[in-house]
């Protein structure tokens, strides 16, 4: 059962626009979510996280936003550059004992110059 | 310190042979996490450790797969009687023991069962 679900295979954005990626789960017991990118060829790369009882974390041009009743969050990117362009992981935590790190599938973001 | 180290980077086998890798997390990190990438999808969790207990171990995790962690430092994780359905990216992370803490990834081992 997929507990962390990125439905969006790919999203197209334009040099300068916003880049939003979405993500949902499904385990109420999620309290830690972050977000990683990969490049080809690369591991991830943790980009930011939210803790649950947050609702935005903002880092330069990067925002993460928590929905906790709509179990939803979504990674904002302003202004995006053609360098974003990279594979985007959503990823949640249940930090109650086990430290285990749940990932979605990903969504590849194409950011155009 | 670089990061996160993983050797070796690819590695082609037949299948029925064995294969190990080597992680080798970032010093001051006692938290280290085995994780497996297919095509398409995102890291599976297979197994973490603090410092060199293993202390969670994913169902994806069949027999044919032991990890060790020996002196706390480096990791090891050894696949016997390799299939093809084992073609996978293994992915190493390691992080700092904290509630709120965020693992840092290794460039991975990608492995081609033939």
């Known amino acids: 059962d997929q507990q962390v679900k990125q439905n969006s295979p790919s999203l197209s954005v334009q040099e300068g626009r916003i880049s939003i990626l979405n993500c949902d789960y499904t385990n109420s017991m999620f309290d830690y979510f972050l977000w990683y990118k990969k490049y080809p060829a690369e591991g991830p790369t943790f980009l930011i996280s939210i803790s649950s009882i947050k609702d935005k974390n903002e880092d330069g041009r990067f925002t993460v936003f928590l929905n906790k009743s709509a179990k939803h969050l979504s990674l904002h990117i302003v202004p995006s550059q053609p360098g974003d362009s990279a594979v985007y992981f959503c990823a949640a935590r249940e930090n109650t004992g086990g430290f285990k790190t749940i990932f979605g599938a990903g969504t590849r973001l194409f950011v155009k110059a | 310190d670089t990061g996160v180290s993983q050797d070796p980077r690819h590695k082609i086998t037949k299948r029925g042979q064995n294969v190990t890798f080597r992680c080798d997390p970032i010093s001051e990190h006692n938290r280290l996490y085995w994780y497996r990438q297919t095509l398409g999808q995102g890291p599976e969790f297979l197994t973490y450790?603090?410092?060199?207990?293993?202390?969670?171990k994913s169902r994806l995790l069949s027999d044919r797969f032991s990890a060790e962690r020996p002196k706390g430092s480096f990791s090891t994780l050894e696949i016997q009687r390799t299939e093809q359905g084992d073609s996978a990216m293994y992915l190493c992370?390691?992080?700092?023991?904290?509630?709120?803490?965020?693992?840092?990834f290794g460039q991975g081992t990608r492995l081609t069962v033939v």
């Open positions: 450790f603090q410092n060199e207990a293993q202390l969670e």
């Open positions: 992370a390691s992080s700092h023991q904290g509630v709120m803490t965020e693992a840092f």
